[in-house]
């Protein structure tokens, strides 16, 4: 007598991204209640298990969910509003200017939906997010069905969500703890950047994170004139003054670290900090290449991140991975730098050890929630396939992504994305906006 699963499905091939980086030719995988409940060659478990759901796929490769370490994901309202200018202007001349006139929970919930369905589509399952209105990010995250780490922003200047330090804090507070025990949504401290938040605030984030076991999510050494500006007025770099104010440790995601020295690495690597590298939105606003190939010679933990759909313009993580991977091959005139299997680590597990989510995703594992994604190695586009770890790096992109399941659940069934909202009406509301947006 066979067993009883909900899901199982036959694919191709079957990439855990488990330390031996294996590729499992024709292996199922079985899902009970939302876990992953076997792991096992396609003639073994087509005799033992049987569910009410089975997807036969051939020619394609199953990997874990991808994990986007950095985004803001109510920016893709503001998708191509302010291109071709450096961080400084795009932030201050457009961007900040725009949210001051326009941000309120609707734009922030309508934006993050359409960045949820861009992101599902794509093969992103989980999103590390920071920006306003963090209960309309959590709402809009439920709604899609995605896993998120929504950030409790910090900044230091009054916006339309809060006021001041106690302000944000206080009000990031009471939303993690309208959403506490929701099964897909979690929160991070998000201050800003060190430059947006004073040490006080600085303080007081580190100090919180410790009590309520929360991560640390922060923008920092984005550009050279970030740490000239940090010099002048404190004689410290960016991440000493983060050390000294108690901010550095496993639980902090440093995102972008684009200009560090050797001091600054060995921070990185002594208090076990992990990085998100974001390089399309790096190489867009001219902010400069991450040393990626000496961070991971110290054995840093690296996620990736798409950053806004303002700065880059797509949350695709099939570029990132080529992005991430070409430009430390050039830069460091190594073709052997960042091996395919270091850039798909990157974009699933790198990200959930990131977020303190690698016990649950971010690998195809015994035990783990099935959050998985179904890519089409036998598209003509991309045939034919010799190294399926290489394809997805090199050749493949988020058309080639064919199934997302999210803890069992179907997200993206045969292409088809599905949304508790159909695509007719979030594409009015983005049009309302960008017409508001553009008045």
Request: contains cysteine.
């Amino acid at each position: 007598m066979s067993l009883a699963a909900d899901l199982i499905i036959h694919p191709r091939w079957l990439i855990p991204v488990d330390p031996a980086n294996r590729v499992l030719d024709h292996y199922s995988l079985v899902v009970r209640a939302g876990i992953i409940l076997d792991i096992l060659p396609q003639d073994e478990a087509r005799r033992r298990y049987h569910a009410p759901e089975v997807f036969e796929l051939p020619g394609r490769a199953l990997i874990p969910g991808m994990v986007n370490l950095h985004a803001h994901a109510a920016m893709s309202l503001m998708r191509g509003l302010a291109d071709d200018l450096p961080l400084a202007r795009w932030l201050e001349d457009v961007i900040w200017p725009t949210e001051r006139k326009h941000m309120s929970p609707g734009f922030v919930r309508d934006g993050a939906l359409l960045a949820a369905r861009e992101m599902l589509r794509g093969g992103i399952t989980t999103c590390n997010d920071m920006y306003f209105f963090p209960a309309a990010s959590a709402e809009a995250f439920s709604t899609a069905g995605m896993r998120a780490i929504v950030g409790l922003l910090v900044i230091g200047f009054p916006s339309a969500w809060a006021n001041d330090l106690d302000d944000y804090l206080r009000r990031g507070l009471v939303v993690r703890d309208q959403w506490q025990g929701h099964p897909r949504i979690g929160f991070a401290l998000a201050p800003h950047a060190p430059y947006s938040v004073a040490d006080a605030g600085l303080e007081r984030v580190a100090i919180l994170a410790a009590e309520m076991n929360l991560p640390i999510h922060i923008h920092v050494h984005e550009t050279i004139g970030e740490i000239d500006d940090a010099l002048a007025s404190s004689g410290m770099r960016p991440l000493a003054r983060l050390e000294r104010l108690g901010l550095l440790g496993p639980t902090l995601t440093a995102v972008h670290t684009v200009h560090v020295n050797e001091t600054d690495l060995a921070l990185l690597a002594h208090h076990g900090c992990n990085v998100a590298h974001c390089p399309t939105s790096n190489m867009k606003l001219a902010s400069g290449i991450m040393p990626l190939a000496a961070m991971l010679d110290r054995a840093i933990n690296i996620g990736l991140g798409t950053d806004g759909a303002a700065s880059n313009n797509r949350l695709d993580l099939f570029q990132e991975m080529r992005h991430a991977a070409l430009l430390a091959k050039v830069t460091g005139n190594d073709a052997s730098a960042a091996p395919a299997r270091a850039m798909l680590r990157m974009a699933t597990l790198g990200g959930a050890r990131a977020l303190g989510l690698e016990h649950v995703i971010g690998s195809l594992e015994i035990g783990k929630h099935a959050d998985l994604c179904a890519v089409d190695l036998n598209d003509p586009l991309v045939t034919p396939c010799f190294d399926p770890v290489s394809h997805l790096v090199h050749a493949c992109g988020r058309e080639q992504v064919t199934h997302v399941w999210v803890g069992g659940e179907i997200r993206v069934n045969d292409k088809h994305v599905m949304l508790q909202i159909d695509d007719n009406e979030l594409l009015a509301r983005a049009s309302l906006w960008q017409t508001k947006l553009v008045s």
